[in-house]
């Protein structure tokens, strides 16, 4: 066996092969994840029928694209969902007492019925579904279950039976800080029996989008990731009255509205991070509010075109020390890069951490950061191994340290001076 830890994924391995599911220490599975493929290879070693096996090679065939198969369902009874869900419970067993975190990927309805499972984590910290289904009334009740959940990661969730319910059955971890919401789906169907059935359904019923998942304050609630789309309403606002306490919030936006900046600005006093994502320059006619509270801002999925609205919010924040830009469009506009950190940054006095992703093409020699006098840490990530070149006095004269990274070598620079 390989025993490079680095290229072994042991939480799906430990669910797709028997011998490592009875022998590796439990400890190893502290974080264990099930996504639709894990799931038919672990299926395939608790099972050895004929039928069994040919209609999981149907199965894959179906999710890989390969249509050499014609379905034949009167095979493929072994691949119930309640079947699944009994091997999987007898997997769980040995290590479920060590689990803290547990991602469901891709499963689509399965999920549904394989959520019992979870259950018995009962010191389960953090729960991730990606494009697999939950029940509303399991959602909603997560409390009952969950007495040390802090994370809730919710991406392309597929809710079944969402309906509006009474504000008394709502009872969600008292210990919850974190809650991530982007583009979850109510859907219309749940008439099926097995893992192959719901591939199929999947395609052909309607979802609808739906945001306000949890219309009830969570007093431990610190922090929030939300996509907010237009069309659903101010959805972020309802959260962000329901929750004052929030400290950090995340926008996966296609668009803020003038109201939301104020409330944001004005009501959310306790609100020290704020992450804006999506191109900005669409909400450059917008007037900026000064953003009192804010000390860390980061900016991401977005080009360099967008940088007046960017300076606007910087030069309202008077309180802000940490500034991030996740860049997605440079080349061409590396100037616009460049005069930023020449002209506007050096305004921002409290600013002492700047941080600068791209992920894009840009010529670092050029670039020259000797203007920044206020930051004592820059960290710098790029794609272009050019970045690699960049010459250390064009790198801030007074600083505690610079990191620059090559995110497609690992390679990293460090500069260290001390400050007068």
């Known amino acids: 066996m390989n025993n490079n830890n680095s290229i072994?994924?042991?939480?799906?391995?430990?669910?797709?092969?028997?011998?490592?599911?009875?022998?590796?220490?439990?400890?190893?599975f502290r974080s264990i994840s099930l996504s639709r493929f894990s799931t038919v290879n672990?299926?395939?070693?608790?099972?050895?029928?004929?039928?069994?096996?040919?209609?999981?090679?149907?199965?894959?065939?179906?999710?890989?694209?390969?249509?050499?198969?014609?379905?034949?369902?009167?095979?493929?009874?072994?691949?119930?969902?309640?079947?699944?869900?009994?091997?999987?419970?007898?997997?769980?067993?040995?290590?479920?007492?060590?689990?803290?975190?547990f991602k469901l990927s891709q499963l689509f309805s399965s999920c549904c019925f394989a959520f019992p499972l979870v259950y018995s984590l009962n010191n389960l910290e953090k729960l991730e579904i990606y494009g697999s289904s939950i029940y509303y009334s399991d959602l909603i009740t997560l409390g009952d279950k969950f007495e040390k959940l802090?994370?809730?990661?919710?991406?392309?969730a597929l809710?079944?039976?969402?309906?509006?319910?009474?504000?008394?059955?709502?009872?969600?971890?008292?210990?919850?800080d974190k809650i991530e919401m982007l583009q979850c789906k109510k859907y219309r169907n749940t008439s099926f029996d097995s893992i192959i059935d719901d591939i199929e359904d999947i395609s052909n019923n309607a979802v609808t989008r739906i945001e306000m998942l949890f219309p009830i304050s969570i007093p431990s609630l610190k922090r929030l990731r939300f996509s907010?789309?237009?069309?659903?309403?101010?959805?972020?606002?309802?959260?962000?009255?329901?929750?004052?306490?929030?400290?950090?919030?995340?926008?996966?936006?296609?668009?803020?509205?003038q109201d939301q900046l104020d409330y944001i600005a004005n009501e959310c006093t306790n609100l020290t991070e704020l992450f804006v994502r999506y191109d900005l320059r669409y909400?450059?006619?917008?007037?900026?509010?000064?953003?009192?509270?804010?000390?860390?801002?980061?900016?991401?999925?977005?080009?360099?075109?967008?940088?007046?609205?960017?300076?606007?919010?910087?030069e309202n924040s008077p309180e802000l020390d940490h500034l991030t830009l996740n860049i997605n469009d440079g080349d061409a506009y590396s100037r616009d890069l460049d005069e930023f950190l020449k002209t506007a940054v050096p305004r921002f006095h409290k600013l002492s951490t700047l941080e600068i992703n791209i992920y894009t093409s840009m010529e670092w020699p050029q670039m020259d950061f000797s203007e920044l006098r206020n930051i004592q840490t820059l960290?710098?990530?790029?794609?272009?191994?050019?970045?690699?070149?960049?010459?250390?006095?064009?790198?801030?004269?007074?600083?505690?340290?610079?990191?620059?990274?090559?995110?497609?070598?690992?390679?990293?620079?460090?500069?260290?001076?001390k400050p007068e």
């Open 379 to 417: 960290i710098i990530r790029s794609l272009d191994h050019s970045i690699l070149e960049i010459n250390a006095n064009k790198l801030p004269p007074q600083r505690l340290g610079v990191k620059v990274e090559c995110l497609s070598s690992g390679k990293t620079l460090n500069f260290i001076n």
């Open 159 to 176: 809710i079944f039976n969402y309906e509006e319910t009474e504000l008394s059955v709502l009872n969600m971890p008292e210990k919850l």
């Open 228 to 257: 907010n789309f237009r069309q659903f309403g101010d959805y972020l606002k309802d959260y962000l009255k329901l929750n004052p306490q929030l400290e950090t919030l995340d926008i996966i936006s296609d668009f803020i509205t």
């Open 8 to 28: 072994i994924n042991w939480p799906q391995l430990s669910l797709s092969n028997q011998y490592l599911r009875y022998k590796l220490n439990p400890l190893v």
């Open 283 to 314: 909400h450059e006619k917008l007037s900026t509010p000064t953003f009192h509270y804010i000390k860390k801002l980061k900016f991401g999925d977005f080009g360099l075109k967008s940088f007046t609205m960017l300076q606007k919010l910087c």
């Open 42 to 101: 672990h299926l395939t070693n608790a099972n050895s029928s004929g039928d069994y096996n040919h209609a999981l090679e149907e199965y894959i065939s179906y999710n890989t694209g390969d249509f050499e198969y014609e379905y034949d369902k009167s095979k493929s009874n072994d691949l119930e969902n309640e079947s699944m869900v009994k091997v999987f419970e007898a997997s769980l067993i040995r290590i479920k007492k060590y689990v803290k975190s």
């Open 150 to 156: 802090k994370d809730l990661v919710l991406v392309a």
